[in-house]
Structures are given as C-alpha cells and as structure tokens.
C-alpha cells in the first residue's frame, strides 16, 4: 500500500462515525495487530483503533479531523500534522505511522499539542 494511501485512509478512520465501518477500514490498511499510543489510549487491534476513535469522538462532539498535507516520510515510517475541531474547540497534534513489511501500518503513535 502507498504511503497517500495509507494516510487518507488515517484520516478517514477518525471521522468515521459507524463502529463497523471503522473496524473494516481499519483492516484495509493496518496489521491485524495494529497498536495504538497517545495521550489517551494504549490500544491493539483493529476493534481497539476503534474503540479509541469511539472515545475520542464522545468526549469532542462533532469531530472532524483532517490532516493539513504536511508529511515527513523516512524508511517505514511516516510523520502526519493534523488539526480537529468539535463543539469543545480544536486540537493540533503529529501522528506517526510505522509500517511493517507487509507495507500495513504495524503502530500508531500521537502526540498533541499543548495549547498555548
């Protein structure tokens, strides 16, 4: 899988609202084994990426995430700068996906920001 790929579909998955649809598009690019770790969560699995996004969306009604096209890539990893907005206020943060050989993505690590 492409690297844009991938990344559209990082995106795709934290503005899905259906919990079906995210664990299947969870599974169209990430390891069975996909692990997840930010501020909030320490997750793995498919089920688990959207149990975490599940979260994410409850505590932020009305999110809408987006990746604002800055991307820095290296071997198999990649670094995304992403904004959210809800009807609590924004976020900023960098995500970093690492691949594994099977080109899917093998772990998720987020950081955000802290506001100023």
Known sequence: M??????SRWEMLWNEADAERRVEL????????????DPG?????????????ARTRARMPGLTFRLTGR?????????????????D????????????????VAQAIGFMDQPA
């Open 2 to 7: 492409d690297l844009d790929t991938a990344c």
């Open 26 to 37: 969870a599974g169209s690019f990430c390891r069975e084994d996909v692990e997840l770790v």
């Open 41 to 53: 969560n320490q997750v793995r699995g498919a089920h688990g990426l959207s149990d975490a996004v």
């Open 71 to 87: 991307t820095d890539s290296h071997h198999n990893v990649v670094r995304l700068w992403w904004e959210s907005a809800s009807q």
């Open 89 to 104: 206020g924004s976020l900023t943060g960098i995500d970093v996906l690492v691949f594994g050989e099977d080109g899917r």
